[in-house]
């Protein structure tokens, strides 16, 4: 018997209020890295109308000034505008970071210390992280999640571009996709709010939307006179970013990740040096089960990993390939051991982590990006792969 459902995902643009916080948390780590790659960072922002909280525990021998970083990167983003209550020239910034825990720090470094069971680098954290890939895409990614990607880049592109005078910063997108024994066949729905200005008519925005963006992005043989189009569905999106709404980092974990389509362990990636597992490991769990896939050893495959704050080894390294597997998923879990290791060192050199990279990272998704200094995307572990389950 065939069998149908509709799965749907969401993206949210860079000037979405809890992306506004994510961008400035990896903001801050970059400016760490680009001069102390020994940097410890666990950076938190909050944002509400004209303010903006940079919290969290650093500890680095980098020196920046963080209240100008907060607003370049605000003005990169776009809240320019002279009407815009959250301004990049006029934001008040308030500093509020500490040194990383002693005790914290102790688990981490990579030396002995009292009731520490070894001198390696441990994990920063306990918890667990999943990674997942499969062949609905050429990014090896759901199709959801990347078609609502594709749809809020290509909004920030148009509006950087000047082209269009009444785009602003602040958008959502989702995209509803009907499954067919779980393969994408056709698009059911597909919502855009975008912020704009209030001179611009309701039915300028939804014919520009539909013609100028779902349309030009979105894969023309899944798109068909039942599509349901649902542009600015409140009929208006004049107030819009910190200003309407309030931002935290680490609130959109799924649009992160992918989708809800692979399982989430929890922990939120912006801010977070590698040292943290809820980051590294994760990227680290993509990168395998994303060679698998390419490997053509199964159509889907999650990964996922367990670790305890200071133990450099994780408790748990488990396969699912959902029934898709050319070799059973215990011979697969046997295999990426070989192949990879999985402690925190390890993931950080394997994937040259240690870079100032993050703000690449942190709009449209952490995974199904292109760029070649995004390594966890690489696969080039797809023959040992094979090689290693024949």
């Known amino acids: 018997m065939s069998k149908k459902f509709i799965f749907s995902s969401e993206s949210v643009a860079e000037g979405h209020p809890d992306k506004v916080c994510d961008t400035l948390s990896d903001a801050v780590l970059d400016a760490c890295l680009e001069q102390d790659t020994a940097s410890r960072v666990a950076c938190e922002c909050y944002v509400k109308s004209n303010l903006v909280i940079v919290g969290g525990e650093i500890t680095t021998r980098a020196e920046f ?6 607003r370049q990167t605000i003005r990169e983003i776009g809240y320019t505008h ?51 890939a499969c062949n609905e895409t050429p990014e090896l990614m759901p199709a959801p999640i990347m078609f609502a990607h594709r749809l809020g880049r290509e909004l920030t592109r148009i509006r950087k571009s000047g082209r269009v005078g009444w785009l602003r910063p602040d958008a959502k ?58 542009i600015n569905p409140t009929g208006r999106f004049v107030a819009g970013g910190p200003d309407a709404d309030t931002g935290l980092t680490g609130r959109k974990i799924i649009v992160d ?20 597992v809820d980051r590294s490991a994760a990227y680290m769990a993509r990168y395998v ?20 704050i200071g133990y450099p080894l994780p408790l748990s390294v488990s396969v699912e ?70």
């Open 257 to 276: 990740t992918y989708g809800g389509m692979g399982r989430h362990g929890g922990g939120a990636f912006s801010g977070k040096d590698p040292s943290k």
């Open 82 to 132: 002279p009407d815009d209550v959250f301004h990049a020239d006029r934001v008040f910034v308030m500093n509020v970071t500490t040194r990383q825990s002693p005790d914290i720090a102790q688990g981490v470094d990579a030396r002995e210390a009292e009731g520490k069971a070894g001198a390696e680098q441990g994990a920063g954290d306990q918890g667990l992280m999943f990674g997942y």
């Open 321 to 390: 390939t959902f029934g898709t597997g050319q070799v059973s998923d215990e011979r697969l879990t046997e295999a990426i051991q070989e192949i990879f290791s999985f402690k925190p060192a390890d993931i950080i050199r394997q994937l040259d982590l240690l870079r100032p990279i993050y703000k690449k990272t942190t709009n449209y998704g952490h995974f199904g990006k292109s760029d070649p200094e995004i390594t966890w995307e690489r696969t080039d572990k797809t023959e040992a792969l094979k090689a290693a389950v024949s």
């Open 289 to 308: 089960a994303k060679n698998v896939v390419a490997a053509g050893l199964a159509e889907r495959c999650e990964v996922q990993f367990a670790y305890a």
């Open 173 to 230: 997108s989702q995209v509803s996709v009907l499954y067919e024994d779980n393969r994408p066949v056709r698009i059911t729905s597909v919502v855009v709010s975008t912020q704009h200005t209030a001179e611009v008519k309701h039915d300028e925005i939804q014919a520009f939307i539909i013609e100028e963006v779902i349309k030009k992005v979105l894969p023309a043989d899944m798109l068909d006179k039942d599509t349901r189009y649902l």
């Open 65 to 70: 000034d963080a209240a100008r970083l907060v």
